[in-house]
């Protein structure tokens, strides 16, 4: 089992330009989430998927759009990249949103270090 | 809003010490309460998930407790050894329908030989 993986590691982008942020989990998760991590704050969520075919905002999801393209994957998508989005982005499963452990427990994957200038 | 703070933002230790690691949270009506490790440049992994009816949890030489009242957990890591070194975050679902964690910043620790 891979767990969770991401693509790219690492990306460096100019302001306006735009690119798709993947995910994929091989865990038969129904729930899939976006984070991103700035230094001294904790995670934020951007946008989180409960299962297949729904998406719904998290706490800052302007300035991005998401797919569910299946059960496994999970894309994040800057349209017009930003300096302010410059961050560590994390996706993270879990069996489903509700319900007791470990229905809920989230498994992260290693992230995406994307610097925008 | 759900606010979670780690206090210190970093620790420094020596080999063998006992590590005690705290986490607050504002709103006491919590689901259940997960501690991470991230090391440099990788990601979170899960150590303990406490859910709210229960005090503790424990795992090797990692225990959590949890005080739902104070608001509060620590996590205990016994007799600390340098590969212990990373960040620790702590982080809280609010109802069992929540779709979110909220995170506490973490606590960078450093085990030294």
């Known amino acids: 089992n891979a767990g969770v993986t991401q693509t790219p590691k690492f990306q460096v982008l100019k302001t306006g330009q735009s690119m798709t942020l993947q995910c994929a989990q091989d865990?038969?998760?129904?729930?899939m989430y976006w984070y991103r991590q700035d230094p001294g704050m904790g995670l934020r969520l951007i946008y989180y998927?409960?299962?297949?075919?729904?998406?719904d905002k998290g706490e800052v999801p302007n300035g991005y759009n998401v797919s569910r393209l299946n059960k496994r994957e999970f894309s994040l998508r800057l349209e017009s990249a930003a300096p302010s989005q410059t961050s560590v982005y994390f996706c993270a499963s879990s069996p489903r949103t509700s319900g007791g452990a470990p229905y809920n427990e989230q498994f992260f994957g290693p992230g995406t270090r994307l610097t925008v200038l | 809003k759900q606010e979670v703070t780690q206090i210190p933002a970093a620790l420094s230790v020596p080999e063998g010490e006992n590590l005690v690691l705290n986490c607050s949270f504002t709103d006491s009506a919590i689901y259940n309460l997960q501690w991470f490790r991230q090391d440099p440049g990788k990601g979170l992994t899960s150590l303990l998930l406490?859910?709210?009816?229960?005090r503790e949890q424990t795992s090797g030489r990692l225990n959590a407790s949890l005080d739902k009242s104070s608001g509060r957990s620590t996590l205990y890591i016994a007799a600390s050894q340098p590969g212990d070194s990373a960040t620790y975050l702590c982080?809280?679902?609010?109802?069992?329908?929540?779709?979110?964690?909220?995170f506490g910043a973490g606590t960078t620790v450093t085990v030294r030989a």
């Open positions: 982080a809280v679902k609010g109802s069992s329908n929540d779709y979110k964690l909220s």
């Open positions: 865990m038969n998760h129904n729930s």
């Open positions: 406490i859910q709210s009816s229960q």
């Open positions: 998927s409960a299962s297949e075919g729904t998406t």
